[in-house]
């Protein structure tokens, strides 16, 4: 595992702690090297939802989430879905900051 795994590990757990409890502990059950039966399939599931995001119930949410299940098992995924989980954190630190202080 290199640096930039390393990374990838790090944000992906503290997606995991941000996350409310049952979602939290989901995803770190997926994340599990033996899970890999249930996060592959998860993962292309939800791509093909976000896909079809036309259709009701299915919406075009599912589509990065399926990438972030399987980045954990495609390597050329991590580095772009790194940076978007990066910049999702920094989105949400601003919005909480701003939040705390009043603004709007």
Known sequence: MDERDDE??????????ALPGPFGRFLGWVRKPASGWVRIP???VLILGGVL????????WMLPLGVLLLAQDLPF???PTGRALDALERWW????????????
């Open 8 to 17: 990838f590990e790090q944000r992906y757990q503290r997606l995991e702690q």
């Open 42 to 44: 998860l993962g292309i």
């Open 53 to 60: 995001s036309f259709l009701p119930i299915l919406g075009v």
């Open 77 to 79: 995924l991590r580095r």
């Open 93 to 104: 630190q601003r919005r909480a900051s701003k939040r705390r202080n009043g603004g709007s």
